[in-house]
């Protein structure tokens, strides 16, 4: 039975406020796809093509979101062209609902020009908030270290548990730093899947892991240590989350990276791309249902280039 509302306790980890950039200067980034195996160099189209699709792709989901009551915020900031990965701006930041903004430090250098401070007065403007406090990790990129947000970590904000997947973009350090500062425990584990025959760690935990409210999908077979995956699970459970796995082909096809928003009515639905949603099964979509209203788009051309989907384009905003 699909939830036709959320209680207060439910919106301290979802919301209804999202932000959206646009894609003006999306293409293929060879320095993330380092360890961004999901991402594919360009070889058929042409790069007006790519922007041009990359465009339609993301105007179509910013319409249904916004004709399921979604409140967007959709911004082209400054010198947005120069960035090719700009469409995934919870990487760089993430805003909590104590009035604390954080920023993170990113892997690649052409990333962290995304980080403009202006947005956050726009978004005070706009949504008639105040930013109280700043949190700023991207120290660590000094040291080569690097925490890459809402891409690194999957928050529980309700039970203050970060759940994240160790790579060279999710170090352990800042993992421990970020739980200290903002108050979060931390679940951290190992998890791999097989590029070019050889295991790799997959680059960021929300293409195998989302975490709605009382619900979280999760490709328990790439994470190899049963040590880990106990204690992943024991969490969830502690937490009464129901597990909805999915398989590494179906992680593949983007379908861990998905999120849960609420729409009109205060009603939850759960946004993912079309590729993700194909690739699910009649029962994995039923379990899904009981917590919202499946919304899909295609974005074949961000995934296929930019190696991330539908929850790597919403920065969630709460306050």
């Not at 999306?26 to 594919?40: D, I, L, P």
């Not at 973009?169 to 070019?196: C, E, P, W």
Request: glycine share 4%; hydrophobic share 35%; aromatic share 8%.
């Amino acid at each position: 039975m699909l939830h036709s509302s959320i209680n207060k306790r439910l919106m301290s980890q979802i919301t209804n406020s999202i932000l959206m950039i646009k894609p003006t200067g999306f293409t293929y980034n060879g320095e993330t796809a380092e360890n961004n195996h999901f991402q594919n160099p360009i070889t058929t189209q042409t790069q007006q093509q790519i922007s041009e699709n990359a465009l339609r792709e993301f105007d179509n989901l910013v319409y249904k979101l916004d004709t399921k009551g979604v409140n967007l915020t959709v911004l082209d900031p400054k010198d947005n062209h120069l960035n090719p990965d700009a469409v995934f701006p919870n990487n760089w930041f993430s805003v909590h609902k104590d009035g604390t903004k954080v920023l993170y430090p990113m892997f690649a250098k052409s990333r962290r020009k995304e980080r403009d401070l202006e947005i956050f007065n726009l978004l005070e403007k706009n949504l008639n908030f105040k930013i109280k406090s700043t949190v700023d990790l991207t120290i660590y990129e000094q040291e080569n270290l690097y925490l890459e947000g809402t891409g690194s970590m999957i928050l529980d904000r309700e039970n203050k548990i970060a759940y994240a997947a160790l790579s060279e973009r999710t170090s352990k350090k800042i993992l421990v730093d970020f739980g200290q500062k903002m108050n979060y425990n931390i679940v951290h584990f190992n998890a791999l899947h097989t590029v070019n025959q050889i295991q790799s760690p997959i680059y960021h935990t929300n293409v195998m892991m989302c975490l709605g409210d009382c619900f979280s999908v999760i490709s328990l077979e790439t994470i190899y240590d049963q040590l880990d995956k106990v204690k992943v699970l024991n969490s969830l459970e502690e937490t009464n989350k129901e597990v909805i796995e999915i398989t590494a082909n179906q992680m593949n096809n983007f379908a861990g990276n998905m999120l849960q928003v609420i729409g009109a009515n205060n009603s939850p639905i759960i946004v993912m791309s079309h590729s993700a949603f194909e690739s699910l099964n009649k029962s994995q979509l039923k379990k899904l249902e009981k917590f919202g209203e499946i919304v899909f788009s295609d974005l074949s051309t961000i995934e296929n280039y930019g190696g991330g989907s539908a929850r790597c384009m919403m920065a969630e905003l709460f306050y």
